[in-house]
């Protein structure tokens, strides 16, 4: 019996999730101690409220891992100031009247696309999956209203692969939908026959897993318009129900994910260094450290006791003020303390300062941090532009590949999206004029 579509992509799925297995310890150990609530292994996670910051002591972690999120947000692509610029291949062309009002009135168009969506609200999650796990995910898909709507995606629900260019152009993402959801979004013939099953039972919001695969279309045929036929694939389905039975097939002109690598070693998919990693053994040991410290407290505070075997089952108390009466008997030294603990936490706190500091150095926090720290009032403007030139310095790879990887593909998508919802406008124009140069100033 042939294989049908649906075997053939969950078969590809399984060869992805065993790609991504090695990665996953890691990752969850990043969860666990930084970010608990920035990753989803497991589908059935979603709308839980279990509380998963158990082994979080001391979270400088998850609050440097808040100040790089935010530091990027308002340095690379704040929305109160032009944070792209759009120009054409030929630098003479600038010159000309005409083109640049053209791009002027573009950008001016893009800039009210971008507020008048959820972008702002999905960049920062996906700055600090990038910083903590190395890997972030966006889709930034067409929606009817707001022109586009993005949507970051968890570390540990989705699969990557790479282009022979060594940049992503496959993206599987497994997540849930809920009955009523799936109806809305795909029709009730097309679900499966569970699915329709429970939704003329009533059940309308049960959870059902769901996989959204894009790649590229490498068996399309360039000569059809339609949506099958487009340069990425795009096909929903879900895990169980009807073994040969497809949500939607449709695809995309772009590929519509972005996903930024903080750093990536030769041809790995999934990034080799971030942040995060570099932090993750000093989150651990100052952790410990904590620990360490309350527990010194606490046996300064509250020490254990001990007292003659006459005391046994008698009332005794702990309480400030109060009294416990018992005889003396020669050669006993009452009720009193075990042993006496000097709280001398000094080198404790010391050295739990100085943990905080590299972990507040490897997620750059100094940087962000540092005209916050300084009163500039009193410095010469010069010095002010130098100081914010050294926090480009030290983040130049970083803002290289973000630029590469993630600003000028949203840039391009968007302005193709917009493109095509402009009848009036010819897109064949704007591909072939058109360019974008992200700017970048923190």
Not at 241 to 259: C, N, Q, V, Y
Not at 272 to 301: F, H, N, W, Y
Not at 429 to 436: A, D, H, I, K
């Amino acid at each position: 019996m042939a294989e049908t579509e649906k075997e053939r992509l969950l078969k590809q799925l399984a060869q992805l999730k065993n790609e991504r297995t090695s990665f996953e310890s890691h990752w969850r150990d990043l969860s666990d101690f930084i970010n608990p609530r920035g990753s989803r292994f497991l589908t059935s996670d979603v709308n839980r409220d279990d509380r998963r910051n158990t082994k979080i002591v001391d979270p400088t972690g998850s609050m440097a891992q808040r100040i790089l999120s935010s530091g990027m947000m308002s340095g690379i692509t704040s929305p109160a100031r032009p944070w792209f610029k759009l120009a054409t291949p030929d630098p003479d062309m600038m010159d000309y009247g005409p083109v640049k009002i053209w791009l002027e009135v573009v950008q001016r168009r893009m800039n009210e696309v971008f507020n008048k969506s959820n972008l702002y609200q999905s960049l920062p999650v996906m700055y600090a999956s990038l910083g903590t796990f190395g890997t972030g995910a966006m889709a930034v898909m067409e929606d009817d209203q707001d022109v586009i709507r993005t949507m970051p995606f968890p570390i540990g629900s989705y699969y990557l692969a790479n282009s022979p260019r060594g940049s992503v152009d496959t993206c599987i993402r497994q997540f849930s939908m809920t009955v009523r959801q799936m109806v809305q979004e795909f029709g009730l013939d097309n679900v499966s026959t569970s699915v329709k099953g429970m939704w003329e039972n009533g059940t309308y919001e049960t959870w059902v897993e769901v996989n959204h695969c894009i790649t590229p279309n490498v068996n399309r045929d360039s000569g059809k318009m339609d949506s099958k036929n487009k340069p990425y694939r795009s096909v929903y389905f879900e895990s169980g129900g009807d073994s040969d039975k497809l949500l939607r097939e449709s695809g995309f002109d772009e590929f519509p994910i972005l996903a930024p690598r903080w750093e990536v070693n030769g041809e790995d998919v999934y990034a080799s260094s971030c942040p995060g990693m570099l932090a993750l053994g000093q989150v651990k040991a100052l952790q410990v450290e904590q620990k360490r410290k309350a527990q010194l407290i606490d046996k300064a505070t509250n020490p254990p006791m001990v007292a003659p075997t006459s005391l046994k089952n008698q009332r005794v108390s702990l309480l400030p003020g109060d009294v416990t009466y018992l005889d003396v008997i020669s050669g006993q030294d009452g009720f009193k303390p075990a042993y006496l603990v000097n709280p001398n936490t000094a080198d404790l706190l010391a050295d739990i300062q100085d943990t905080r500091q590299t972990i507040n150095s490897a997620y750059f926090v100094d940087l962000f941090m540092m005209l916050q720290n300084i009163n500039t009032r009193s410095m010469p403007v010069e010095a002010v532009i130098e100081m914010k030139e050294e926090k480009l310095l030290m983040l130049g790879p970083v803002l290289e590949r973000l630029n590469d990887e993630a600003l000028n593909p949203l840039i391009d998508r968007v302005f193709s999206i917009m493109a095509r919802k402009t009848c009036c406008l010819n897109r064949q124009t704007f591909f072939r004029v058109c360019r974008c140069v992200s700017s970048t100033s923190l």
